[in-house]
């Protein structure tokens, strides 16, 4: 009994040893790659599928071909947005300098996300409801997601004291991410009253098995493609924040 | 509680001692709402329409004109730390502060709203939920400004961030304060957008001033 505690906490252990920075940065220099190959590999197999596979929309033709880009960015930039508070709270909480670096890292990856997610949404609406824009609920809150990105990432980095920018930050992704339901639901039920435009994204037709699968493979690779860009990114923040310490200066990358 | 009166008398004291801060911001809420019928035309019909809209996002601006003094002086003089070292609870403080804001930037606009609003030709009953709604959503204003008030304390550029932090989390106030009064306008039930958005204020009120006294002990720290 007691050796199989011993066994867990030492296992907890070792996971706690990846939240030093000097731990993490070799750690998860050996990661991108195999997230990047995961990545295209996904990213093939996906576009594969959406473009060869899925069959013609029989109401929107070809052009609903999209979707396979649009419903995973924005699934993603909802998603990145929790993450991205999770990893801010943590900090917040545990004081622990790498989920602040995390959170910080998310951030623009989360933003891109959005914008991608209305730019296509832009694209796709143009042909199918002849408007690039429209009052739609999740077309507005998506919007403001992409604003409260910006908010995060303005705050971050107009505060120099790099502890004070961790923390702020951290407080403004956690009541975000309380405010991000509300706001939903709100825009959604501001809609409703208002119901200018006729057009509905939730009358969408049963979808096909294959388009389903286009679409899972697509988010798939988006999760990789954000954590090896995360990943990236984490260790460029890293270096920078502790380019004062030696274990920073004995690396090949550094010293050359 | 004798601590929360006191820096609510301070903060009043203090705007009393220098009016034209707070009077800008009023005169802002009157100039920009009538300015809008210069700029669209005196189309009474329009008008009533727009009106909710107008005055309501005249009011989020004016209020955000306000609040980066909630705790910027305190913050350059030192008052806030002495506050954060005070044996009283650092968020009953920070509460009182953001209800003196309140009287002195809410309240005044929840009074000045009925005169704006004969402006834009609303009836008795539009009138009196205007003036409800922004009883009910001015305070949300304050608390969640509060917030930003607070991250931006010191910073570069601090009340630009200000307005790009808080505007966006101002949106579910101004669209149940700005549905309220269109709904009275056309005739329509009140009662479940004075619902929503008396849960946002007990949901503010609940929790905004403990967030607000972190962001700020982090800011002094």
Known sequence: MSNVNNLSSSHVMSWFKFSSPSAFYPLAGKMIPWFWALTIIFGAAGLWVSFFVAPVD??????????FVHVPVSWMSMFIYVVMATWAGLGLILNTRLSAMMAQALAPIGAWMAFLSLWTGAFWGKPMWGA?????????????????YLGFIALQASIDNVRRADKAGAILALVGVVNVPIIYFSVKWWNTLHQGASVSLTKAPAMAQTMLWGMLLMALCLWMYSIAVGLMRVRAIILEREAHTDWVRQLNEVKH | MNAFTAIVHRDLLLVMRRKSEVLTALFFFVIVTSLFPLGIGADTALLRKIAPGV????????????????????????????????????TVLVFGKIVAHWLVCGLPLVLLAPVIGIQFDLDVQSLKALMAALLLGTPVLSLLGSVGAALTLGVRGGSVLMSLLILPLYIPVLIFGAGAVYASNVGLDITGHFSLLGALLILALAFVPWVSASAVKIAIE
């Open chain 1, 58 to 67: 029989a109401v929107q033709g070809q052009g609903y071909r999209i979707i």
């Open chain 1, 132 to 148: 690039w824009w429209v009052w739609d609920a999740r077309l507005t809150s998506e919007l403001i997601l992409l604003f409260l």
């Open chain 2, 55 to 90: 005055i309501w996002v005249a009011a989020l601006l004016s209020t955000l004109l306000g609040l980066q003094r909630m705790f910027a002086a305190d913050y350059a003089d030192g008052t806030l730390e002495q506050l954060v070292l005070s044996p009283n609870s650092f």
